[in-house]
């Protein structure tokens, strides 16, 4: 077997596999093909890949010749012109957010693997991209506020007088956010935290934050970790509770996200208007619409007297641990496709590989998917 790592288009710093990963496919007699300089920009240079027992090779012959190929992004219409008949493609392609894209790799005949789709179940956590990589969002998102702000974080008594702390509040206590209440906490912040799942008040608090309890939320048990739409009154109480908390707040930031579905704004132009002057937010769901009446994906703007940066992509600005993390993902995955003696797997009745698999034999085959497309 062959799997190709590609280099990344010109706006991503990270790379599928680092140099270190690559002994554990050596190991099983599995050819690896590295397009040159795809490490560049995590801090893995080509030598680095050599000395593993990866062979350099260019975009065109990797295409040509890998049974597996390894991307983060996805393949242009140039690439997939040259791609090996029955590859694998594996990536994070965003496919209910693509469709159209999804059906044209289906009429292609292609078969595909999105990362982002992974069930999200105890077995598979530590395949699980959107929690390595959330994870890091969460931690830059403090640091990034903690560089903006024009305020200290902790509380301070000096002779000069004392600083109170400042006061941040973080909406959605997923994986990004818990690691966003833990990184606030340790710079000496006071944090506040609203989610809609109350079962994650113990976690919030555990952390040292306070939990902002809203009453009427929809049971999200069966959503597969994911935020559900929830009713009209319900976000009502949850827009006063909200606006009421924010109008205090020095450093707001949003995670909030629904699979397939536009990011809810959680704070309209209303709450906006009452903000502290100085005040900032940072926006992780900019990707999709944002949790602001005005955030731009990977744009700071400011709102009358709130700066808002909308920045989906915080994991690249880690390039090294991000790329380290997510390949140790893939590398898990991997497991699951490839059998003992190095060869191409795909048991479809594995939840794992059903749930990921976008694309095979001609058609769009994954579920939630097709329920979106209305296949």
């Known amino acids: 077997m062959i799997i190709g790592i590609l ?24 050819q690896v093909l590295v397009e040159h300089d795809c490490g560049i920009l995590a801090f893995a240079p080509d030598n680095l890949y050599k000395e593993q027992g990866a062979e350099l090779s260019t975009r065109e012959e990797i295409l040509k010749n890998a049974d597996v190929l390894l ?21 994070v392609f965003s496919p209910l957010a693509n469709l159209n894209l ?34 890091i969002a969460g931690y830059k998102a403090v640091l990034l506020a903690a560089m ?20 941040v509040m973080i909406l959605g206590a997923g994986v990004a956010g818990l690691q966003a209440i833990a990184t606030a906490k340790r710079l000496g912040a006071v944090v506040e935290v609203f989610d809609t799942r109350p079962a994650v ?14 009453e009427g939320a929809l049971d999200s048990s069966n959503a597969g970790g994911y935020a559900v739409v929830q009713t009209e009154e319900y976000l009502q109480k949850q827009r006063e509770r909200i606006a009421d908390v924010a109008s205090k707040a020095d450093v707001i930031i949003t995670t909030a996200q629904i699979p397939g579905k536009k990011a809810p704004i ?38 009358k007297n709130v700066t808002i940066i909308g920045n989906s992509n915080l994991p690249a600005t880690m390039p090294s641990d991000a ?21 191409l797997n795909l048991n479809f009745e594995d939840d794992l590989v059903k749930g990921t698999c976008i694309t095979h034999n001609g058609e769009i085959c994954n579920n939630r998917v097709k329920e979106i497309a209305d296949i």
């Open 102 to 135: 999804m059906q044209e790799w289906a009429q292609k005949g292609l078969t595909t693997f999105s990362m982002d789709m992974l069930p999200r179940t105890t077995r598979a956590q530590s395949m699980d991209i959107l929690s390595s990589q959330a994870n």
């Open 71 to 91: 991307t983060i992004n996805s393949l242009s219409n140039e690439d997939l012109k040259s791609i090996k008949k029955n590859a694998i493609i594996l990536g």
């Open 148 to 167: 903006q702000l024009p305020k200290y974080f902790p509380m301070f008594m000096t002779a000069a007088g004392s600083i109170a702390p400042a006061k």
């Open 7 to 30: 280099r990344e288009p010109s706006i991503e710093t990270r790379v599928s596999l680092i140099p270190e990963h690559i002994k554990v496919l050596t190991k099983q007699n599995i």
């Open 323 to 343: 790329s380290k993390l997510y390949g140790k993902n893939i590398l898990n995955f991997l497991q699951l496709v490839i059998g003992a003696d190095a060869s």
């Open 266 to 303: 959680l704070l309209p132009d209303a709450i906006l208007d009452n903000m502290k002057s100085g005040s900032l937010i940072i926006d992780l769901a900019s990707a999709t619409g944002g949790n602001t009446s005005q955030t731009k994906d990977r744009k700071t703007i400011r709102y």
């Open 201 to 214: 008040k113990e976690e919030v608090m555990s952390l040292g934050a306070k939990f902002i309890e809203v």
